[in-house]
Structures are given as C-alpha cells and as structure tokens.
C-alpha cells in the first residue's frame, strides 16, 4: 500500500512562486512513475509533470520552463513564475505499470494565484 500526502499549496500572487511536497510512504518499485497533476474548476484533471526512477522527466507544455518535479524525499514540484491559469487542485500521483496496475493518488492541495 502507498500513501501521499501533498501540502504546499495557497494563495500566491501571479508572478510568484510555490513549492508543493508529496510525503510518501509504502512500497515503491523501479518501475514506478511519479507525477503531479491538476484540476481546475469544471475541467478534468490534467498532467503537469512527470518524473521515472532514472530522472527522465515528462512536463505539459503549459508549464514547461517553469516547473520542476523531483523525486527525491521529500519529492517536490518547484513552481515559479505563477499565473493565474495555473490555479487548481494539485495531485501527487505514484503509477506502476499496465501489467501491476498500481496507481495511488494524494488527496490534493489547494494552489490559487491571484493576478
């Protein structure tokens, strides 16, 4: 069993910066990938980043540039440069693979940026 426990969020104004953390515990395995990902009122729930245990990373084009996943203890999404579109929801999501079919999600911190 995995658990995650996001926190980080709040209130920012656009332009700033905010730094989400995903405290995890259970077991994990190699071939697990770590991501984040968001919702925002009324729209589904969408990929921000991605990270796989040898550091290729994956990032939505709304973000790239200005994001970063990591996966290091305490894993982390490092965002600056806010806007106000990126208010939403935010997701600490670990996936195994198709044939395991491990996906455990956090259950969400709360990032608003004001413009």
């Known amino acids: 069993q995995v658990r995650l426990v996001e926190s980080g969020g709040g209130l920012v104004q656009a332009g700033g910066s905010l730094r989400l953390s995903c405290a995890a515990s259970?077991?994990?395995?190699?071939?697990?990938?770590m991501g984040w990902y968001r919702q925002a009122p009324g729209k589904q729930r969408e990929l921000v980043a991605t990270i796989t245990s040898g550091g290729i990373t994956n990032y939505a084009d709304s973000v790239s540039g200005r994001f970063t996943i990591s996966r290091d203890n305490p894993k982390y999404l490092q965002m600056n440069s806010l806007k106000p579109e990126d208010t939403a929801v935010y997701y600490c999501?670990?996936?195994?693979?198709?044939?395991?079919?491990?996906?455990?999600w956090g259950q969400g911190t709360q990032v608003t940026v004001s413009s």
């Open positions: 999501n670990v996936r195994g693979t198709d044939s395991d079919g491990r996906n455990y």
């Open positions: 259970g077991i994990f395995f190699e071939t697990d990938v």
